[in-house]
């Protein structure tokens, strides 16, 4: 029976576990020993009459009504802090910096960015986009995305998805019916950094990569799919990206099937002591569902 009570401060314990997975780092972060974790979890779970976490040795991960308790406690917690803001006052802001990929701003996340806002109007959103990764810090951001392979040296991170890659053109460029010949015969586009992609195309339709095909050279996916659309040739952007590109008109044509590529999409987990603003944990949480829906 659930007649008293259940300790804040449990709470709190809880959903920093729940989101670390990890004692040690859960401890740095609230300011707490290994030990007072510990025992915070084992209180909760014998306040709750069940376990939320299954131990094992080095691995931490939750039980099935641990993962669906974590939402509900999250939320709490984040309705707690915005209305004692709202009643006594903050000094502390309620706006989430996220970084991103420039691409991944432009097409994919600009676009869903005002669901969020419908569900959380007092939060406000910061976009940050940039071309090429940068590890200086997380000073200045709170929530961050990379796509790569998620062996970054500066922080961990969590997977969010994999990705797949999809040849297109401009609407009308590849009319023929041999679709793998019309690529073959060019303009290629090269997104820097990602030149691999084409070879892992060809790959997987069992062709050689073709040399001395002319082509262009361009820093992100969102230059490539305009070059496209523009009757410049030939190009392979992660598939996600594509939707957006024809969201008024029909722009570019995909010309072939999916291919799976190495890089997803990663959350960063910069190993920080400060515990993170409700508002952020809010937005992280549909990140990794925005995420999920489109799997």
């Given amino acids: 029976m659930l007649g008293k009570h259940i300790n804040l401060t449990w ?10 997975l990890n004692f040690t780092e859960t401890a740095a972060e609230l300011g707490l020993t290994q030990t007072a974790v510990s025992l915070h979890i084992r209180s909760l779970e014998s306040r709750l009459g069940n376990r939320l976490f299954h131990r094992r ?16 406690v999250r939320q709490s917690l984040s309705d707690i802090s915005l209305t004692t803001a709202s009643l006594f006052g903050t000094t502390t802001s309620r706006m989430v910096t996220l970084k991103a990929p420039i691409s991944t701003c432009a097409l994919w996340l600009a676009p869903r960015l005002p669901k969020f806002r ?50 297109i053109c401009g609407v009308g ?45 361009v820093d992100t996916m969102t230059a490539a ?24 008109i029909e722009r570019v044509s995909v010309v072939g099937g999916e291919v799976s590529i190495p890089n997803g999409y990663y959350l960063m987990r910069p190993r920080s002591k400060r515990s993170k603003r409700p508002e952020v944990l809010l937005f992280e949480d549909w990140l990794f569902k925005e995420f999920s829906d489109e799997s």
């Fill in 225 to 248: 799919i305009e070059l496209a659309a523009t009757g410049g040739g030939y190009a392979v952007v992660m598939s996600r990206l594509v939707e957006m590109a024809n969201a008024t």
């Fill in 173 to 217: 460029l590849n009319s023929g019916a041999s679709k793998i010949q019309g690529i073959l015969t060019g303009p290629l586009i090269h997104v820097l950094g990602q030149e691999a992609d084409w070879g892992r195309y060809f790959a997987a339709q069992d062709i050689a990569m073709p040399p001395g095909i002319s082509g262009y050279f």
């Fill in 118 to 167: 419908a569900v959380h109007p007092d939060i406000e959103l910061r976009l940050v986009s940039y071309i090429w990764t940068d590890t200086t810090g997380f000073d200045d951001v709170d929530v961050e995305l990379r796509v790569g392979r998620g062996d970054w040296k500066d922080a961990a991170s969590e997977k969010l998805s994999d990705e797949t890659i999809v040849p």
């Fill in 11 to 20: 709470l709190r314990t809880f959903e920093a576990a729940a989101r670390h």
């Fill in 57 to 72: 040795a080095r691995h931490l991960s939750l039980t099935e009504i641990g993962q669906a308790y974590v939402p509900t």
